[in-house]
């Protein structure tokens, strides 16, 4: 199959750009190419936007520490003895700004959006190329897939840190910038995601693994709702609805061989056999090839088993719920190696969610499931929590209806008031998303987390958002310990 993850790892000019520090600029290319002869064919626009999408892979982002950080504070895991001290941290919201797990995502994120930055500075460049040698449309679309991950990345950075620095040009020089209000940011990301949906493809007629004009409308979406836009939510999910539909079989999300389906709207590609010697030095560069990720390694129950679904979490699920026994496995359970006789440790269940355990008995270190990043399921309840908000409880309740009806659970009455809706969000998103790192944001944005995760150390007012890096406010003049964020 001819997917990005085939390309993600060519592009040859590292650029090592993070907020604070543009000394780390490097553009080195073994073809002697600079940025002022850039430019000039397909083929190096095409392997610039791949260098953006290089940074979702890296150790800093989706391929080890993302998972745990969100995970953990959600509380959808719970930690084995065995799981390392760094990690540990999120579950017991002792983390401070010298966690190199709040850094490495500061860092991996702006060091994309400095990628994203390359391309989208050098616009006009890219249009004065021949349109006999790339069209229009082509020139578009990979401008609007920068924009695209640059919403993205900076997406991630606002809603875990508040306001950050807005960068939107390759710096000059070794100038810091300050911190933007988080309205500043999220007014870009808006602008970016707006542009980038004019001029992505669909879904059918991109290469799997690219960002799609569907993904631009679920991210948009997605912003607004957390920006409590309900309104412009729902106009910008309107035009994914009925685009996309759910897969037969929910565990099919999650499988190697059925992951670019009709569910998926935007995911980070990994695959095993594509390489992955760079991973280890490949934090938050993003650099060299890293086409595999860690989770199945990370959570297995026969391998590493640092994190296991936590009782609160098993316990959410309804019984004869089918999604349980697709996200976990108990003993008793059928897998590669034979049944289940007990699980290590004497827990109750260990992930089966991006596991490869259906095909094999062993997790071999790295894995090729990609990440899934927005998938229809989401964006059906994330359109019934902005339609209940907007009093349109009987469309809602059709909404969430659909997603319990593809795995064959009883559907809701259509006579729910607005907070028994609510209440069935809550707890819709919480088993149907489970272990996929939204839980904990779904919490802040409700003002839930305090009532939720005070037992386990959260303080409200404070952990809501992650500290600035304590690299950040070091390296960065115009970054000082008076705009550190709150209990920092």
């Known amino acids: 199959m001819n997917t990005i993850k085939l390309i993600i790892a060519s592009f040859s000019i590292g650029l090592l750009l993070n907020s604070c520090d543009t000394d780390g600029l ?72 010298s966690s190199e797990l709040v850094n490495q995502l500061w860092d991996s994120s702006f060091r994309g959006i400095n990628k994203a930055n390359f391309v989208i500075g050098n616009e006009e460049k890219i249009n004065a190329i021949p349109t006999s040698f790339m069209s229009q449309a082509l020139k578009d679309k990979y401008i609007g897939e920068a924009k695209f991950l640059r919403a993205l990345y900076y997406f991630n950075l606002v809603s875990r840190y508040g306001g950050v620095p807005l960068i939107t040009n390759v710096p000059e020089n070794g100038q810091g910038f300050p911190r933007s209000s988080a309205d500043e940011v999220y007014n870009q990301i808006i602008s970016d995601l707006k542009d980038a949906s004019q001029t992505l493809l669909s879904k059918e007629a991109e290469e799997s693994g690219r960002a799609t004009k569907g993904a631009a409308y679920a991210l948009l979406g997605r912003v607004y709702l957390y920006r409590k836009n309900y309104t412009e939510a729902l106009n910008a999910f309107n035009n994914i609805y009925g685009v996309y539909a759910l897969t037969d079989e929910y565990f099919d999300n999650f499988r190697e061989e059925t992951e670019h389906n009709s569910e998926s709207i935007f995911a980070v590609e990994f695959d095993d056999d594509m390489g ?19 989770r199945g390694q990370s959570y297995g129950m026969f391998d590493w088993f ?36 007990e699980i290590s440790l004497g827990r109750r269940a260990g992930w089966r969610k991006y596991q490869n355990y259906y095909k094999e008995a062993n997790e071999d270190l790295q894995s090729g499931i990609n990440f ?3 998938r229809y399921a989401d964006v059906l309840l994330m359109m019934a929590e902005a339609a209940n908000e907007v009093v349109d409880q009987p ?24 907070n028994e809706v ?19 944001a779904d919490l802040v944005r409700w003002g839930l987390a305090s009532q939720e995760l005070s037992q386990y150390g959260f303080q409200e007012g404070i952990h809501e958002l992650l500290p600035i890096p304590e690299a950040e406010l070091n390296s960065n003049e115009n970054i000082n310990s008076e705009d550190q964020n709150p209990g920092y």
């Open 26 to 97: 490097e553009l080195e290319n073994p073809t002697e190419l600079s940025p002022e002869t850039y430019f000039e064919n397909e083929n190096q626009v095409r392997s610039a936007v791949n260098a953006v999408y290089a940074n979702l892979q890296t150790i800093g982002m989706y391929s080890r520490n993302y998972y745990y950080i969100m995970d953990n504070m959600a509380h959808d895991n719970e930690g084995n003895p065995q799981l390392e001290a760094n990690k540990r941290l999120f579950l017991n919201f002792s983390f401070d700004s």
């Open 276 to 294: 992955n010697n760079a991973f280890w030095n490949s934090t938050v560069s993003g650099e060299g090839p890293n086409e595999a990720s860690l």
């Open 372 to 374: 899934g990043i927005i």
């Open 395 to 418: 469309t809602a309740i059709g909404y969430i209806n659909e997603v319990r009806d593809r795995v064959s659970m009883p559907l809701l009455p259509d006579n729910l008031s607005k």
């Open 422 to 440: 609510f209440e069935a969000i809550i707890h819709e998103r919480k088993v149907e998303l489970a272990g996929e790192q939204v839980r904990f």
């Open 306 to 341: 640092n994190a296991y679904p936590s009782d609160d979490l098993l316990d959410e699920f309804e019984a004869g719920d089918p999604r349980f026994q697709a996200s976990f496995y108990v003993v008793g359970d059928e897998y590669a190696g034979g049944t289940i006789s």
